[in-house]
């Protein structure tokens, strides 16, 4: 693995759980329905990291006849997780390593693209796009230009730049949908002033 692999599936894995543990599940589930409301026929359903499991969880509110699989690169959070929650399929490793065989009709990343250093964003998102069959969905932080940032006291941990913009002109998507969920109404929920973007192959 490489740095950055290595600080969120090791030495920052457990902290990021404690800090990531309470949410309005509510809240949550009603900004699932509003990034999904122009896709339909999602039966299953991938996410790319995770963590402890609060979109999986808004997930069984928001599409509760979906699939549900999940990709974590922290064991801790990846055994919290498949021990809570009824899951298709479940791979422990970094997002570019995964291999299920299959594909769904969602795959998606919140809040972790940002952390993935830019020379291996691509192929990121990549394996995302190969590991679905419909629909990609993606919500970060946004920044018009690329830009690091610290977090945690710490230099490339965390990157900001317009993930869409990357996404749509590296792949054959189109965009379906996009939005930004304020922090000031959905903080509680886990996103804090996330803009998200809806392709479909």
């Known amino acids: 693995m490489n740095e950055q692999q290595n ?3 090791q030495e920052y894995a457990d902290e990021y759980i404690r800090k990531n543990s309470d949410f309005d599940r509510a809240l949550g589930t009603e900004a699932w329905r509003k990034m999904l409301t122009r896709a339909d026929g999602v039966g299953s359903v991938l996410e790319c990291g995770c963590n ?8 069984e509110a928001a599409l509760p006849g979906a699939s549900r699989s999940i990709i974590e690169i922290s064991k801790p959070a990846f055994d919290l997780v498949t ?10 490793g970094p997002i570019e390593r995964a291999n299920f065989g299959r ?3 969602l795959v998606f990343t919140i809040g972790v693209l940002i952390h993935i250093h830019p020379d291996d964003l691509i192929a990121n998102m990549r394996k995302m796009y190969d590991l679905s069959q419909k629909y990609i ?21 965390l990157f900001k730049r317009d993930f869409g913009k990357t996404f749509l002109e590296s792949f054959q998507v189109e965009v379906v949908d996009y939005g930004f969920l304020w922090g000031h109404v959905y903080d509680a929920a886990g996103f804090d002033d996330i803009t998200w973007w809806l392709f479909r192959k």
Do not use: C
Request: avoid cysteine.
């Open 7 to 9: 600080f969120w599936a």
């Open 52 to 59: 402890i499991g609060r979109n999986i969880s808004f997930l």
């Open 83 to 92: 021990g809570k929650h009824k899951l298709a399929d479940a791979f422990n």
């Open 137 to 157: 969905l993606i919500g970060e932080y946004f920044n018009r230009t690329p830009v690091m940032l610290e977090y945690q006291g710490q230099r490339d941990r």
């Open 103 to 105: 594909t769904f009709d």
